[in-house]
């Protein structure tokens, strides 16, 4: 009898927690519906967001990168002055092990441990990752703005009743575009609850099979400006997927910033 009433409870007490569990998980997913705001308002947010930039930009980063060979954490210390060029110094055990200057036109990388040099154009970008970043983009993921956003283009909301969701496409649009075509990139901005900042950019290149997914999970106000605190990239190209994590330290905004890369006279072209 006592065993009866053992394995009676345990079933008993089971379903009680698959019923909790359930109702728990049921209101974990369960999202609000945001306000119905204008296509005009959403738009003019995105306008705005698009030109709030400092003149300098300082912070150290924490880096998580994966990809479908490897996994690496390290730190970097970013430098930006705003439209002219981005300085990176990377550092991993302490030990910086290459320093990268990213201007307009072009990008020098020097290989500290390898003691070596690459000057490139900006094409080298692509070539590495397969991703075809401008210097601007490379600004503006960094500084959390809209990708690749064009003030003078025509936008259109997506109607998405938990999201504020703006495209560069209309919905037919998007479902017809020719692969073959080489200009189609398909750009989509989320914007946060309250309207006020970018949630996630997620750009799909359809001729490249190439999509990327920016999402900015926090951030804070430096000087009156909004800038990431943590951030994750998804990149998935043909040749391969990609993950990273910033987190962003000790950041300083319009503060005086050196942009220096020095190449020592002995260091060869990396192979």
């Known amino acids: 009898m006592i065993r009866n009433f053992s394995f009676l409870t345990l079933i008993l007490l089971s379903n009680l927690m698959f019923s909790c569990a359930r109702k728990i998980t049921e209101e974990l997913v369960l999202v609000e519906k945001v306000q119905k705001r204008k296509e005009k308002e959403l738009v003019a947010v995105l306008d705005s967001l698009s030109l709030v930039k400092p003149k300098t930009f300082y912070s150290k980063l924490s880096v998580d990168f994966k990809d479908t060979t490897m996994g690496i ?154 800038i990431p605190y943590e951030v994750q990239i998804g990149i998935k190209t043909p040749r391969n997927n990609m993950f990273i994590k910033l987190e962003y330290e000790k950041v300083e905004v319009n503060e005086p910033q050196e942009l220096l890369i020095i190449i020592p006279e002995k260091y060869e072209k990396c192979n």
């Open 73 to 226: 954490s390290f730190k970097t210390s970013l430098k930006i002055v705003t439209d002219s060029a981005v300085n990176a110094i990377i550092t991993y055990a302490k030990i910086p092990i290459v320093t990268a200057m990213i201007t307009t036109d072009s990008i020098t990388v020097v290989n500290k441990r390898d003691k070596c040099f690459e000057r490139e154009t900006l094409s080298y970008i692509k070539e590495k990752f397969g991703i075809d970043f401008t210097y601007q983009n490379i600004e503006e993921l960094f500084l959390g703005r809209p990708l690749d956003y064009n003030t003078g283009q025509r936008y259109f909301i997506v109607h998405d009743p938990y999201n504020y969701s703006i495209s560069s496409h209309k919905k037919r649009d998007r479902k017809r575009l020719d692969r073959k075509a080489k200009e189609d990139i398909i750009i989509n901005y989320v914007l946060t609850k309250d309207a006020k900042d970018l949630s996630r950019t997620t750009i799909t290149i359809p001729s490249d099979y190439t999509e990327i997914i920016v999402n900015y999970i926090s951030r804070k106000a430096e000087k009156g400006i909004m």
